[in-house]
């Protein structure tokens, strides 16, 4: 049985509408549309999406109070669109609960990542298939050996210290999809630790050296400008 994933558009402008809703029939999901955030809520409850793609400026409410109102009973995915400029409110919307965010203009290929991804992270407990069945996270010449506490690189061990080791399994295990500082911080180093994201600016610079070919093209592990970090995803 061919069971296709529902997709929820909130957006209204009609031509990006279109654009997102070609993609996803073309690729074996159903779409459908919605143009404010009163129809969106209604959509929701009637049609039951498996993912909703929301546009953050809506004629008729901002998209990030239609994010709080299905965050405070659903924890269905929700990826975000946004203008390039406005990184405040895409740290806000991941900060809220949205599963990651796409920035316009975005292609074909970003659309369809950012879905499988954010599709992908809801089906499986872990968050990861790998990780929970080998312990290991691999991804091109990289592998990330979670009950070694190593990371190897072409299989070597890149002798990562142990906070550096935990950033790159954080990372790891949420693969594809991006962490912002604030999380990153509040996971490694607990909820009383302050935004302090020069910490993680120096443990990431260490960690390019050891395990990126070039650091200041990376490979591995990408800077999400002004929002945080997202690690590469395997095949
Ligand atoms: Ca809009």
């Not at 159903?30 to 793609?53: F, V």
């Not at 809220?96 to 074909?108: H, N, S, V």
């Not at 990780?131 to 890149?158: C, F, M, S, W």
Request: glycine share 8%; aromatic share 6%; with cysteine.
């Amino acid at each position: 049985m061919n069971i296709r994933e529902k997709i929820l558009i909130v957006e209204d402008e009609a031509r990006i509408a279109r654009f997102i809703s070609t993609i996803l029939n073309n690729n074996g999901y159903e779409a459908i549309q919605a143009r404010t955030g009163q129809e969106a809520m209604s959509i929701i409850s009637s049609h039951c999406p498996d993912l909703i793609i929301l546009d953050l400026g809506l004629p008729d409410m901002d998209g990030l109070s239609v994010l709080k109102e299905v965050r405070a009973w659903s924890s269905l995915p929700v990826v975000v669109v946004s203008a390039r400029t406005h990184e405040k409110d895409k740290v806000e919307a991941l900060d809220l609960g949205a599963d990651d965010y796409l920035t316009k203009p975005f292609g074909t290929d970003e659309l369809l990542a950012r879905v499988r991804t954010a599709i992908r992270h809801t089906r499986t407990i872990f968050g990861n298939d790998e990780i929970a069945q080998r312990g290991t996270y691999t991804v091109g010449e990289l592998t990330i050996d979670y009950n070694k506490h190593q990371v190897l690189v072409g299989g070597e061990n890149a002798k990562l210290t142990l906070s550096e080791f935990r950033l790159v399994a954080l990372l790891g295990k949420y693969a594809g999809k991006v962490l912002t500082y604030d999380y990153i911080i509040k996971e490694l180093w607990g909820p009383r630790a302050g935004a302090n994201n020069q910490i993680l600016r120096v443990n990431m610079a260490n960690i390019r050296r050891k395990i990126e070919k070039n650091p200041a093209e990376p490979q591995y592990i990408f800077t999400e400008v002004g929002v945080g970090y997202r690690m590469a995803e395997g095949d």
